[in-house]
């Protein structure tokens, strides 16, 4: 039997948080045995035409330059991440295709998933909204509802911390270091969480930590 192979769908929009979406999706199917990317691009459509929004103008085409437009930039963009991985000693994916469709881009994407049978789907986000409002009203929202298949989000770096989640704290992260994962907070966060945050870890198959003091909540 034919192994399948693990198939990524990711959607852009030529936007950054778009690039970010597909460098990440190219970085998780060269780390599959036979990964492969279809890139879809969902257009607005006026009669036989469609407007392709590149971010540095809208341009009218037909169908078959809108798709010949959205091969060449996927095209540059997988030339230059070939290139980075071979400086760094490292392969690639198996192959790249790229879809067009219209109407609803979250439906477009996730049904594009639905018809390959998609391992993963890959979108952005700003995440400028705060926790709570993060994908509502988004086409990444509407994505990880719609998708028959786990979906990740990603976010651009560059945008830094979402709202309302802070930083982690560098002497929690020192105490994980010291501990090597034994203890999770520093004195001062155990002291916050309280019974807020109760943690138990699940033993190991050997050499169980299950059951050892200190080590099985923040009590």
Not at 59 to 87: H, I, N, P, Y
Not at 96 to 123: C, K
Not at 160 to 182: F, H, L, N, Y
Request: include cysteine; hydrophobic fraction near 40%.
């Amino acid at each position: 039997m034919t192994k399948k192979p693990y198939l990524i769908v990711v959607g852009i929009d030529f936007s950054p948080t778009g690039n970010a979406a597909l460098e990440r999706a190219f970085e998780l199917a060269s780390s599959e045995e036979d990964g492969e990317v279809h890139v879809i691009y969902v257009a607005r459509g006026y009669g036989p035409l469609v407007h392709l929004d590149t971010g540095a103008e809208i341009v009218t085409a037909s169908m078959d330059e809108a798709s010949q437009r959205l091969k060449g930039f996927v095209e540059d963009k997988l030339a230059k991440f070939v290139e980075k991985r071979a400086a760094q000693g490292l392969g690639t994916f198996s192959r790249a295709v790229t879809h067009i469709r219209l109407d609803a881009p979250a439906e477009e994407i996730a049904q594009l998933a639905s018809d390959l049978e998609a391992a993963l789907v890959v979108v952005g986000t700003h995440g400028r909204r705060g926790v709570r409002r993060l994908l509502l009203g988004s086409v990444a929202e509407g994505v990880v509802r719609l998708a028959p298949c786990a979906t990740l989000v990603v976010r651009p770096p560059e945008t830094g911390p979402v709202a309302q989640i802070e930083p982690p704290c560098p002497d929690c992260v020192r105490v994980r270091a010291e501990t090597k994962g034994e203890d999770l907070w520093c004195p001062r966060h155990h002291e916050h969480h309280g019974r807020r945050h109760v943690y138990h870890y699940i033993g190991r198959m050997s050499g169980s930590r299950e059951g050892l003091p200190g080590l099985g909540s923040n009590d």
